[in-house]
């Protein structure tokens, strides 16, 4: 598992030493003929040139780049689809666009999940609604995965932080520019790599497909990053949303494409089974 790991992170992973980056796309095949093949780090490079992945195998005579990888996967700061608590969801539901490594900080929940999102300004009442509708998941037995951007996403962490249940936070950039986290922090950029609009979007539709459910607390009208990544996830099939009730025309735009409304956090629950079962599962992608 580790040796799978450790070249998925050579091969892959955002601010690696490595001479040039790698068509991402390509990744569950490469995983795919390591399976098969059962080799050890050392003959990955072999097997996959072997498998016609020629230009994977190139990478991997890197001088230093597989020890490079290897202490990053021992010191645990990636999470990787050949690990036990990779949500398999991810691929599910994104196909080869879900990512195959990413930095990390802290613990993964092995359990289910529902996102929450939301503006960055938002009314008091907006970011107790997220709160308390963070603590209720926690309570059904979910962990809560955000963005950690302020306004809904910060509240939803207080609520999983004071419920003391799981929290992910997903950045768009990188972990050596966050700050302390009470959960586990995932990031595809590299760890000093700055916030940007692309990996925001990219940030976003992880959040989305982390969970079968996502719950909405604020949204504007075909503006912001909110709305657009609420309407992509309905596209694209992501996940269910879960919407705070409220006359806001955002708000009820998004229950009229497939949402559902959450009239209180108290109705979690319920919502959740309205709007279908939870199908999140967890362990290696491939």
């Not at 059962?38 to 230093?64: K, M, N, P, R, V």
């Not at 806001?248 to 998004?254: T, V």
Request: contains cysteine; aromatic residues 6%.
């Amino acid at each position: 598992m580790k040796d799978l790991a450790a070249t998925l992170t050579a091969l892959y992973l955002r601010g690696a030493p490595r001479p040039v980056e790698l068509r991402r796309a390509c990744w569950p095949g490469v995983l795919g003929a390591l399976r098969r093949s059962g080799c050890s780090i050392g003959e990955a490079s072999e097997a996959l040139g072997e498998a016609g992945y020629w230009a994977e195998a190139l990478i991997l005579q890197s001088q230093g780049l597989l020890e490079w990888a290897r202490s990053i996967v021992e010191e645990r700061r990636v999470l990787t689809a050949a690990d036990n608590d990779y949500p398999v969801r991810w691929p599910r539901v994104l196909g080869p666009s879900a990512p195959p490594v990413l930095w990390r900080s802290g613990d993964f929940p092995s359990l289910p999940s529902v996102s929450v999102v939301g503006s960055r300004v938002v009314r008091p009442a907006v970011a107790t609604f997220c709160e308390r509708s963070a603590n209720e998941a926690i309570a059904l037995g979910f962990a809560i995965v955000s963005g950690r951007a302020e306004g809904c996403d910060r509240a939803a962490a207080r609520g999983a932080q004071k419920a003391g249940g799981g929290l992910v936070e997903i950045l768009p950039y990188g972990l050596d520019l966050a700050g302390p986290s009470a959960g586990c922090l995932l990031s595809l950029c590299a760890p000093d790599e700055p916030f940007s609009a692309a990996a925001a979007m990219e940030r976003n539709a992880l959040i989305y497909a982390a969970s079968a459910h996502t719950v909405v607390g604020h949204a504007r009208f075909k503006e912001g990053g909110t709305w657009h990544g609420a309407v992509s996830a309905i596209r694209s099939r992501l996940s269910t949303l879960v919407v705070r009730r409220s006359e806001d025309i955002a708000m009820r735009s998004l229950v009229a494409l497939g949402g559902v409304w959450l009239d209180s956090p108290s109705d979690l629950g319920l919502a959740l089974k309205t709007a279908g079962p939870q199908r999140q599962l967890f362990g290696s992608a491939i």
